[in-house]
C-alpha cells in the first residue's frame, strides 16, 4: 500500500518533530547535574564563608554564629551554579563587630541551629546569591 501524497509531509514532519525533542531532551541531561561535593573544595569553602557573614549580619542575635559541622554539599550545575548545603552552627561568645578567637557559647547562652541554604553562584565574578534559606532551632 502506497502513502498518499498528502502524507508524505506529515510523516517527515512528525519524524523531524521526534528528533529535535529527543536531541533537546539529550542536551539537557548532559548541561544540568548535581553531585554531592566535599567541603574541601575551594568555591565551598568561599560559598560557606559568604553564608556565615550574611547569616551574622542578618542576625538580629547579639552574638555571631560560626559553623559547627557541614552535613551535605551538593553542586547543581544548569546555566548557573547552585550549591545546596546542610550544617550546623552555633552561638559564640563574640559580639557583632568581634570575629577572632569566638568560641562556642556554653551555658545558658548556648544555641544550635541546623540551616539548609541554596546560594547562586558565578566563581569567577566572586557573586552569591542567597536564593532559599531555612534555619531551625536544633
Known amino acids: 500500500m ?9 510523516l517527515l514532519l512528525a519524524i523531524l518533530v521526534a528528533l529535535v525533542a529527543l536531541t533537546h531532551q539529550e542536551r539537557r541531561k548532559t548541561f544540568m547535574s548535581v553531585e554531592e561535593v566535599p567541603v574541601s573544595e ?5 560559598t560557606l564563608q559568604f553564608v556565615i ?4 549580619k ?3 542575635d547579639k552574638y555571631n554564629f560560626r559553623i559547627v559541622r557541614v552535613l551535605k554539599v551538593q553542586k547543581q550545575v544548569t546555566d548557573h551554579m547552585e550549591y545546596h548545603v546542610n550544617m550546623e552552627m552555633r552561638r559564640t561568645t563574640c559580639q557583632k563587630l568581634e570575629t577572632t578567637n569566638c ?5 545558658e547562652l548556648y ?5 539548609f541554604y541554596s546560594v547562586f553562584v ?3 565574578f566572586e557573586k552569591y546569591k542567597i536564593l532559599n534559606k531555612n534555619c531551625t532551632d536544633g
Open 103 to 107: 568560641m562556642f557559647q556554653e551555658g
Open 53 to 56: 557573614n550574611d547569616f551574622n
Open 111 to 115: 544555641k544550635q541551629i541546623e540551616c
Open 122 to 124: 558565578v566563581p569567577w
Open 42 to 46: 575551594p568555591q565551598v569553602i568561599a
Open 58 to 60: 542578618k542576625s538580629d
Open 2 to 10: 502506497m502513502a498518499r501524497p498528502w502524507q508524505t509531509p506529515q
